[in-house]
Structures are given as C-alpha cells and as structure tokens.
C-alpha cells in the first residue's frame, strides 16, 4: 500500500469524526466562546471544516507563504456555511491526496512569511501533521460542546454522551 493510500485512509477517518461534531454545534451559539483568547465557537467550527484545504496547498506546490496570501479568519454566520464548507473542501483533499506518489511525499515542503522560513519537512509528514491538527482543533471542538451541555458524540469509540 502507497504512503498516499494510507494517509488518505486516515484522512477520511478523521474526516468522518469531524462531520460528526461539526454536525452538533449549535447555531445559537456560534459566537460563543470560553475564554477571551480562545475562538469563538463558529469560528473554532469554520476552522476544522476548513482545514482539508491544507492537503491541496501542500501537495499542489512546494510551499505556502503567508506573506503572499494573508490569513483572514472566516467567521460564519450560519452553521449550515461551516456544513458547507466542510463538503466543499473535503473532496478536493481526499482527490489529491490519493494521487501523490511516494517520491512526491518524500519532496521538501515549507512554510514561509515572506523571506522567514517557518519550516521545511518532507511532505509526508506535513500531511501527517495536518491530521494531527484537525483532531486538535476536534478535541477542542469536543471541549466547547462540553461546556455548552451539548451531547459529544464519539470519535473513537462511544462517548459519555452515547453510552
């Protein structure tokens, strides 16, 4: 099994768990948030819905700079626009990811801002890395939910919720 067979597995395990929170979040509370240095819960959701499009940006070329294409939070006002975006990015991913070759994973990646080079790592294991962030920002998805009293639905196994 290819490196791109395996991750594109993983990314659709973790997507579906991500559809299933995304699902949960209330409208009434997107602009809620539990502390003042956190996100608001829309935008927390937005976030996660829209982190399938680091696939594209990492296997269409061999870096991002932010310098270049300034980072402007995408704040909801509906969570059927967080449902959206999630289905409009999440296919483009999965399509992607599924056509790289081993030796385009083992190719050089980078972050940059402008001339500072944030990192360069294989690609494959910024992929990695870009799993490993959506279930970060879930985890801290699951937490709001929590706080809010709404049901947490299961990621690996039934939650406290589904039991």
Not at 47 to 53: I, Q, V
Not at 63 to 78: G, L, Q, R, V
Not at 97 to 114: F, N, Y
Not at 134 to 152: A, E, I, K, N
Request: include cysteine.
């Amino acid at each position: 099994m290819s490196l791109a067979q395996t991750l594109t597995k993983q990314l659709q395990i973790v997507a579906a768990g991500n559809k299933k929170i995304l699902e949960r979040v209330p409208q009434d509370k997107l602009n809620w948030q539990p502390h003042e240095k956190s996100m608001t819960l829309g935008r927390l959701a937005m976030h996660l819905a829209e982190l399938p499009h680091w696939f594209n940006r990492c296997i269409e070329s061999d870096h991002f700079d932010f310098a270049a294409h300034p980072f402007k939070p995408n704040i909801p006002e509906t969570h059927a626009q967080i449902m959206e975006e999630y289905e409009r990015k999440l296919p483009p991913a999965v399509e992607a990811l599924s056509k790289v070759t081993d030796a385009q994973m083992d190719e050089l990646w980078s972050l940059k801002r402008g001339d500072i080079t944030v990192f360069t790592m294989p690609r494959v294991d910024y992929l990695l890395h870009a799993i490993e962030h959506m279930v970060h920002h879930r985890g801290q998805l699951s937490v709001y939910l929590r706080l809010l009293d709404v049901p947490v639905p299961g990621m690996f196994g039934p939650s406290a919720d589904e039991r």
